[in-house]
Nanobody, 125 residues
Framework: QVQVEESGGGLVQAGGSLRLSCVASGRTFSSYAMGWFRQAPGKEREGIGCMAQTVAQTYSSHTAEGRFTLSKDSDKNEVYLQMDSLAPEDTAVYYC??????????????????WGEGTLVGVSS
């Protein structure tokens, strides 16, 4: 099982950038692909990207492609989400979690004890 902790959120103006970090403990990235997810107020949690565990493949949803970049440091058990050109509709709590249902542009949020507290991103217009 993987325990995760996200950080790096904050309040930015539209067009700004943020870099989110996710540090994992327990089973390492060699066991799991890691997904990024977000949950906006009043909406369901959605997958926005995934980084495969053994190959340099990343996937971003259509809402993130070109604006969001995924990366990882396996030695540190950390994954990162660089977000550029942020827009108000990107306002959400952002989470990382193992992509146990498969790595894709829109990974399915896993059920169960995979989630951390998330990190809040607010984008003002």
């Amino acid at each position: 099982q993987v325990q995760v902790e996200e950080s790096g959120g904050g309040l930015v103006q539209a067009g700004g950038s943020l870099r989110l970090s996710c540090v994992a403990s327990g089973r390492t990235f060699s066991s799991y692909a890691m997904g990024w997810f977000r949950q906006a107020p009043g909406k369901e949690r959605e997958g926005i990207g995934c980084m495969a565990q053994t190959v340099a493949q990343t996937y971003s949803s259509h809402t993130a492609e070109g604006r969001f970049t995924l990366s990882k440091d396996s030695d540190k058990n950390e994954v990162y989400l660089q977000m550029d050109s942020l827009a108000p509709e990107d306002t959400a709590v952002y989470y990382c979690a193992p992509a146990i249902h498969g790595c894709s542009a829109r990974p399915i949020p896993p059920r169960g004890p995979y989630w951390g507290e998330g990190t809040l991103v607010g984008v003002s217009s």
